[in-house]
């Protein structure tokens, strides 16, 4: 696609469920990141992925949070037994490589209910 | 100490001013430097690129000290289209980590 996508792009969902979040980056575009931004909040960098490894998993919050790529394309990221303050925009960023520009998708404005 | 610190702000400014936004980051052997606009619910959107030599974009100068491990953003004739959050970005050394500021809201008003 002409862009970053993301699906979908509202989710509610009911505590302790399990929520699967997807991002499909541009095309060739190797460096692919996860953010969370909670209203009116600052980006929270969540991992980021270089081909489909992940050297950073740093900013993951908690042992709920995992994420893959695959074919250096498509990123989930899972969040299971979501918990209210989980409630976010989770936004995917990709880039040709680390030290260009990134750019991102709309979002997943998730809400747990 | 957080790796990418900006003042939050808000600032609030009339039509014509101008503004100048701060950053500093931690990790001296940081490689690349941006600054991005957030509009209200919407991503954040590449504005520049910063050089060591500094760099100008119209009515937007973007300056690097790395000896003081600070970046900045001026913005001359302010515009009611400035109105944003401000994002300072800096990439680690490798290019793989691209860190984000918690940014700086900006109001112009008439």
């Known amino acids: 696609g002409a862009g970053v996508s993301q699906s979908p792009s509202n989710k509610v969902t009911e505590k302790g469920k399990d929520v699967e979040l997807r991002c499909d980056p541009i095309?060739?575009?190797?460096?692919l990141y996860w953010y969370r931004q909670r209203l009116g909040q600052g980006l929270e960098f969540l991992i980021y992925f270089q081909g489909n490894s992940a050297p950073d998993k740093s900013g993951l919050p908690s042992d709920r949070f995992s994420a893959e790529r695959t074919g250096e394309s498509v990123s989930t990221l899972t969040i299971q037994r979501t918990q209210q303050e989980d409630s976010a925009v989770y936004l995917c960023?990709?880039?040709?490589?680390?030290?260009?520009?990134?750019?991102f998708g709309q979002g997943t404005r998730l809400t747990v209910v | 100490r957080k790796e990418v610190e900006q003042d939050p702000g808000p600032f609030n400014v009339p039509e014509g001013a101008t503004v100048a936004f701060n950053c500093t980051y931690s990790?001296?052997?940081?490689?690349?430097f941006f600054w991005y606009r957030q509009d209200c619910r919407k991503e954040p959107k590449l504005l520049m690129s910063?050089?060591?030599s500094g760099n100008e974009d119209g009515r937007f100068t973007a300056q690097l000290n790395r000896a003081s491990q600070y970046i900045s953003l001026l913005i001359r004739d302010s515009k009611l289209s400035d109105s944003a959050t401000y994002l300072c970005?800096?990439?680690?050394?490798?290019?793989?980590?691209?860190?984000f500021g918690a940014g700086t809201r900006l109001f112009v008003k008439a």
């Open positions: 910063v050089y060591s």
């Open positions: 095309s060739g575009h190797t460096a």
């Open positions: 990790n001296s052997a940081s490689q690349s």
């Open positions: 960023a990709s880039s040709w490589t680390g030290n260009t520009e990134a750019f």
């Open positions: 970005v800096v990439t680690e050394t490798g290019g793989f980590k691209t860190i």
